[in-house]
């Protein structure tokens, strides 16, 4: 018999494939038309990893870490004082508003697009194109192998966000867009009469760096947005926080320090990659802030950024609640928290040296504003901070080790990182003068009842903060990263991964990381075709 060339299209769902297709014809050339379900992937970036600008001043940017020469112009030049890069970041006083996601990223260009297209409306140009430009190339071009790729499209999308302002705000922002990102692709396309065409896609995967785990778990967990997720991957989160917040209001950002082995081989055996790691680590810290005093300057005027503090869960790698050690003057060691950071380390504003916050440091000077109106600086600084700060503590409280039923969670470990705060104590006569405030570091003349000193005049002793010694992945220790009850992965020296990726803020470069997410997508898709084919055959 033979066959004619009629073709016979058959349309059916893709999980109509599990099941008796209905319609074939013997006698004609079958064409099985798969629709296939949508569930966009939507990648939620760290503190610091989008891209900001003014939203009063017509597009001015104000936060671009894809770009070294803005960054140094007006961050990094010595001309630049914290004042100025408090007013560009905060402005007079925190507003939620005052800036905005920058998606227009002229890395995104013509080329570019030709490879990606669509990337710069799927929100690609508003992140941290640095460190996560990996993650989100590798998800698309990911050939998604039988059943998977004959069931499902999974286009990427990024999810920029003011990262100054609460995650609790953020949480709201992303349920939005999730809610907006459904409906686009389930009521985006139209037949040839111009009528909508209703396509299946009911649910996203978030995969989450650092504090867009946060984020992420805001939205699901405050907003109400967990029915419209599928599953979450979260990579180095800081569940329960990090000393790394506090260590750097006090000292500034750390500069890196050596490489896998810690000795001079390292230098032999990388020595591109170690002079590049220590450039651009030196380059961040004067960026970002050297000293507590330009770091206080900036995060404790920030909701966000103080939500990173270690909350009333954390504990150290030990499992230790007192995760703050200070030698006292009489010879006791003071263990902190008690029992609640909040009001025994992060509001104590007594002129010790183990607060966390130097009042005279929130409000380095008032500047021009940058917002159009021509709003008063208030001098009350610390009424300011104490209001950020309960923001972080009514979201911490709030969220607690809420998360998404189908999570997966990954940390990176091997790294110095900080997961407890140590100071030590020497007796003044032996102490090299030095300042209060001194370059990458914390030291202070205290005397006899313990009460910082500008000089050395009536001191007794010098504390200082010692070099943290934990493990992590440099900023977030083990503790913190592997803290929530789910399926968890561990990257580290030891994994296969390299050395110099797998701290912080480069973990989405490596291999290993690309293949956690690649396989959680994977189980959850087949979850999901074991749930919907075995409801439609039933």
């Known amino acids: 018999m033979s066959i004619s060339s009629e073709i016979n299209q058959i349309d059916i769902k893709w999980w109509e494939l599990f099941d008796t297709i209905r319609g ?43 770009d070294s020469l803005f960054m140094l112009d007006r961050y990094g030049k010595f001309t630049v004082d914290v004042a100025e890069k408090k007013a560009l970041l905060v402005g007079p006083e ?6 905005e996601v920058d998606t227009d990223n002229p890395k995104l260009d013509k080329s570019f697009l030709q490879r990606y297209p669509g990337a710069d409306k799927r929100g690609w140009g508003g992140i941290m194109w640095g460190s996560y430009g990996p993650i989100l190339r590798a998800l698309h071009d990911h050939q998604w192998e039988e059943p998977v790729g004959h069931c499902f499209e999974f286009p990427v999308h990024a999810f920029g966000y003011n990262w100054t302002a609460s995650n609790m705000e953020a949480g709201r922002k992303l349920k939005e867009y999730i809610g907006a990102t459904i409906d686009h692709y389930a009521k985006g396309l139209k037949d040839e009469a111009g009528r909508p065409l209703e396509r299946l896609c009911t649910r996203v995967i978030l995969v989450t760096h650092s504090m867009g785990g946060l984020v992420a778990r805001s939205a699901c967990m405050l907003h109400g947005a967990a029915e419209k997720v599928l599953g979450v991957v979260h990579g180095v989160q800081p569940a329960t926080g990090s000393p790394a917040a506090y260590w750097r209001m006090k000292a ?56 990173l ?12 609640r007192q995760w703050l050690a200070y030698p006292g003057a009489d010879g006791r060691p003071l263990s902190l928290p008690r029992s609640n950071p909040y009001e025994d380390i992060y509001r104590v504003r007594d002129n010790v040296p183990w607060r966390m916050v130097n009042p005279d440091w929130l409000d380095p000077g008032n500047v021009e504003p940058m917002t159009e109106d021509d709003l008063p600086v208030s001098s009350d600084s610390w009424s300011k901070y104490s209001s950020c700060l309960n923001q972080a503590e009514e979201f911490h409280d709030n969220l607690g080790f809420r998360v998404h039923d189908d999570t997966v969670q990954f940390y990176s470990t091997t790294l110095d990182s900080p997961d407890r705060i140590v100071y030590t104590r020497e007796p003044h006569v032996h102490a090299t003068p030095h300042q209060f405030r001194n370059k990458g570091a914390f030291r202070a003349y205290v005397d006899s009842n313990d009460e910082i000193r500008e000089t050395s005049a009536g001191a007794t002793a010098v504390v200082a903060l010692e070099p943290f010694s934990g493990t992590g992945d440099g900023t977030v220790p083990d503790s913190s990263g592997k803290a929530l009850k789910v399926p968890t992965a561990r990257i580290g020296r030891d994994s296969p991964a390299d050395f110099f990726s797998i701290d912080h803020q480069g973990i989405y470069g490596t291999d290993t990381a690309k293949k956690i997410v690649f396989t959680t997508v994977w189980n959850l898709a087949i979850k999901r075709i074991e749930e919907k084919a075995g409801a439609a055959r039933a």
């Open 24 to 66: 074939l014809r013997t006698e004609a050339q079958n064409r099985i038309v798969i629709e296939r379900e949508v569930i966009p992937i939507i990648f939620v970036p760290g503190i610091m990893g989008s891209r900001l600008k003014l939203a009063k001043k017509r597009g001015k940017r104000a936060w671009d870490p894809d």
């Open 252 to 307: 500034g950002f750390e500069r890196p320090a050596g490489g896998p082995r810690k000795s001079i081989w390292d230098w032999f055996l990388n020595p591109v990659k170690m002079f590049e790691r220590l450039a651009m680590g030196y380059a961040s810290a004067w960026i970002l802030g050297t000293d507590g005093e330009e770091v206080t300057a900036l995060l404790g005027n920030m909701p966000g950024g103080l939500q």
């Open 309 to 320: 503090l270690p909350n009333k869960e954390y504990r150290d790698n030990s499992g230790s």
């Open 94 to 99: 925190f507003d939620p508003d005052y800036l």
